[in-house]
């Protein structure tokens, strides 16, 4: 059975950095690429940016470029997410997921002094 | 970016009764590769959001059958023929044609 479960959300202030982590089990992950989804409290998805199998190649949506940055362990079959200069506008549940079939339970980050 | 609007924002149903939602998207999703990479998910209330329907029309595993998926270019409807309880929720369409990948505002399914 496919599981994605993230970790690392926190309240954290702004201009600060946070590391979030995906640790996936039944499925073989070095495989696939990943991705990182975000969700705004009463608000519709946004996709965060993408990494490639051996974590060589990434995507990122322009609004967070720069700012994030996704990598991964495959020895640990272990995604993250780097979060640096946060926002208040960063406050949101983080998903990964494994090609929009699978997701984890999502994790909460919040932004504030 | 692709602009994704769906609509209605709310619908509300009976049990038994079908439904349709739209999903208009600002550029056509038609990829080169002949593809159009249109997905539906669904997020049923406090769970992670599921996929429903992948490039348009096909139907991802164990899902059930009520649901169908249709349309092109930049038109694109789901349909649900016969509302179950276990389908209220949210359900979004997703675009993976143009990056970067944008989703739609969302429609909200409720019991009437």
């Known amino acids: 059975e496919v599981q994605l479960v993230e970790s690392g959300g926190s309240l954290v202030q702004p201009g600060g950095s946070l590391k979030l982590s995906c640790v996936a089990s039944?499925?073989?992950?070095?495989?696939?690429?990943m991705d990182w989804v975000r969700q705004t409290p009463g608000k519709s998805l946004e996709w965060i940016g993408e990494i490639n199998t051996d974590g060589s190649k990434t995507n990122y949506a322009p609004s967070i470029k720069d700012r994030f940055t996704i990598s991964r362990d495959n020895a640990k079959s272990t995604l993250y997410l780097q979060m640096s200069n946060v926002k208040s506008d960063d406050t949101a549940i983080y998903y990964c997921t494994l090609g929009y079939n699978y997701w984890g339970q999502g994790v909460m980050v919040t932004v504030s002094s | 970016d692709v602009v994704l609007t769906q609509t209605p924002p709310t619908l509300s149903a009976t049990i038994g009764q079908s439904v349709s939602i739209s999903c208009r998207s600002s550029?056509?999703?038609?990829?080169?590769?002949?593809?159009?990479?249109l997905n539906w998910l669904l997020q049923r209330p406090g769970q992670s959001p599921q996929l429903l329907i992948y490039?348009?029309?096909n139907l991802e595993s164990g899902v059930p059958n009520r649901f169908s998926g249709s349309g092109s270019e930049t038109d694109f409807t789901l349909k649900i023929s016969g509302v179950e309880a276990e389908d209220l929720g949210v359900y979004y369409c997703?675009?993976?044609?143009?990056?970067?990948?944008?989703f739609g505002g969302g429609t909200k399914l409720e019991l009437k």
């Open positions: 997703m675009q993976a044609t143009h990056a970067p990948l944008t």
């Open positions: 490039s348009v029309s």
């Open positions: 039944g499925f073989t992950f070095s495989n696939y690429w």
């Open positions: 550029q056509s999703l038609l990829d080169s590769d002949g593809d159009t990479y």
